[in-house]
């Protein structure tokens, strides 16, 4: 069992800067890829980024390319996520999930990750 703690969420001017972490406990995340999901009011959980494993290879949604960045402390127990840029569009509750895989390549789809934390409220104002 993997425990997901989110932290860092707020609320910022559009153009600040946010940094969000996730701890995980319970077990090592060293072969587990993570993920960052948001969910904004009346809308369903969308696909933010995600970090394979060994935090060789990452992936972003179009929306936050070039603006957020996640990246992946195994020795720490942590992955992060840098949001710079931030709009008011990225006003959202921030998830953050935990999925064994060995794969190069870390997937989008929600559905496939086994572990989720709480939420952190991420709110930019214009």
């Known amino acids: 069992q993997v425990r997901l703690i989110e932290s860092g969420g707020g609320l910022v001017q559009a153009g600040h800067s946010l940094r969000l972490s996730c701890a995980a406990s319970g077990r090592t995340v060293s072969t587990y890829a993570m993920g960052w999901f948001r969910q904004a009011p009346g809308k369903e959980r969308d696909f933010v980024a995600a970090?394979?494993?060994?935090?060789?290879?990452?992936n972003y949604a179009d929306s936050v390319k070039g603006r957020f960045t996640i990246s992946k402390d195994n020795a720490k127990n942590t992955v992060y996520l840098q949001m710079n840029s931030l709009k008011p569009e990225d006003t959202a509750v921030y998830y953050c999930?935990?999925?064994?895989?060995?794969?190069?390549?870390?997937?989008?789809?929600?559905?496939?990750?086994?572990?989720w934390g709480q939420g952190t409220q991420v709110t930019v104002s214009s």
């Open positions: 970090i394979n494993w060994s935090a060789e290879s990452t």
């Open positions: 999930a935990a999925k064994y895989s060995r794969s190069y390549y870390p997937r989008p789809n929600s559905e496939e990750y086994d572990y």
